[in-house]
């Protein structure tokens, strides 16, 4: 019987890496899960076995240590990692898909020597700095500027919610280059931390991605020198949308992970748990919750790995990108609410990890775009492509 259309997608080498990596989260991921949530732990320990695994150098080429760029191998991993820790998936996300992938597509062959091997090996933990107090959604409004100064730039500004920002070694950070331009304006810059000006604030309390840590940074006139410069100057706003695409398809692969979890406990429970002398699965309103998770779970995973498999950097991937992202971020989160109402009283409690997976699956409505901001990317794209200009969508 076939039971997941998904799976035609992978190769034999997929498959090899899903059960290397369920292994390890098995073994390693999953007894630490809990605790990394209830104490707010971030499991640094982890990232050297994640080395070992290759995964810490996912999307990066073989010859920097990595994994080699293999975006199915990627959602994969992610989608097994986000079984049991959502958080770990997260902090690993920001680390190879935010921290090391636009390295490896913009960084200079001297960058990549010198960065790429220390990341790829969990020696240094990397992430990306570019959200602001008040500059989320609009990106292009973000303040922190780069002053040119003798051997290269000078940063000032402040950044917030930055994911692994207080144990990263390695930042990518946004700043503006020249403030009169815009979105035309924003470079990238490779900064090492701890550096003389650079301060950090205390984790923020979460409801969720506990363990994965959250925090604002403070630049204080940070030197920042000029062989750091990532990519090309003033284009660094078009470096972050095009990163984007990767980026949410390996979000949607946590929330894919998240899927499969709730499903497995919903059949667990449904079948052992006895109400009028009968399993709860034999009951119509639980058979249903079970169903149509499956069926949120086969189109988000079926979409995802094709997407996967098919993208290809110097394509426009932000339609499909969107699209899976809002489907698989939404039904995560309502039928992790549907997981704990399987479950009844014990799905409410902290003995079972349902509710864990309920907040951890919040975040990714939020993070790499809101929902509201990838329903305006599809509906702007498709009202494009009927003839609407850019004028004509000014300000939606
Ligand atoms: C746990 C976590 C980890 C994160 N990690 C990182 C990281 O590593 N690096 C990084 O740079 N950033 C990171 N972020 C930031 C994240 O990308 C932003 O939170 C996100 O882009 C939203 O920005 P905002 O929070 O400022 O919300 P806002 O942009 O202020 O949005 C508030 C609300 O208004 C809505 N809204 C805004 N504009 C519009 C519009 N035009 N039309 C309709 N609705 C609109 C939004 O959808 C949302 O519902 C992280 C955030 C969290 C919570």
């Known amino acids: 019987m076939k039971t997941s259309l998904a799976h035609a997608l992978e190769g034999e080498e997929h498959r090899i890496l899903r059960e290397t990596v369920r292994r390890f989260v098995e073994e390693k991921v999953r ?23 290759g995964l810490t150098g996912l999307m990066v080429p073989e010859a920097y240590g990595g994994f080699g760029e293999d975006l199915l191998a990627t959602v994969i991993a992610f989608e097994e990692i986000g079984r049991a820790s959502p958080a770990l998936a997260l902090s690993l996300l920001a680390h190879t898909i935010l921290g090391a992938l636009p390295i490896v597509r913009y960084g200079t062959a001297e960058q990549k020597e010198k960065y790429l091997p220390r990341l790829t090996s969990g020696e240094w933990i990397g992430g990306t700095a570019y959200t602001e107090p008040n500059a989320g959604s609009d990106a292009a409004a973000i303040q922190t500027r780069a002053e040119k100064v003798e051997g290269g730039f000078r940063l000032y500004g402040s950044k917030v919610f930055i994911t692994n920002g207080s144990e990263a070694r390695l930042l990518v950070v946004y700043a503006k280059t020249d403030p009169e331009a815009g979105h035309r304006g924003i470079t990238a810059f490779l900064v090492e931390v701890p550096a003389e000006g650079f301060s950090v604030s205390k984790n923020f309390e979460k409801m969720g991605m506990r363990g994965s840590p959250t925090s604002a940074l403070y630049f204080d006139g940070v030197f920042v020198p000029e062989e750091n410069v990532l990519g090309t100057m003033n284009r660094g706003f078009y470096q972050v949308m095009h990163g984007f695409n990767v980026e949410r398809l390996t979000i949607v692969a946590i929330s894919v992970g998240i899927l499969r979890e709730v499903l497995e406990w919903m059949l667990e429970h449904a079948s052992v748990r006895k109400q009028y002398g009968r399993p709860i699965g034999a009951f119509q309103l639980i058979q249903e919750k079970i169903a149509r998770t499956f069926v949120d779970l086969e189109l988000a995973r079926t979409y995802l790995y094709l997407a996967a498999r098919e993208y290809r950097p110097d394509e426009d991937w932000r339609l499909p990108a969107a699209t899976i992202k809002i489907f698989a971020a939404e039904q995560a989160t309502r039928r992790a609410l549907d997981g704990i109402q399987v479950l009844g009283g014990y799905g409410y409690t902290r003995e079972y990890p349902l509710e864990r997976l309920l907040r951890d699956a919040k975040l990714m409505e939020i993070g790499a775009g809101t929902t509201e901001m990838m329903i305006r990317v599809i509906a702007r794209t498709l009202l494009r492509s009927w003839g609407l200009s850019d004028e004509d969508l000014e300000g939606s």
């Open 31 to 53: 007894p630490v899960a809990a605790e990394m949530d209830e104490e707010d732990r971030f499991p640094r320990e982890l990232f050297g076995e994640m080395a070992s695994l």
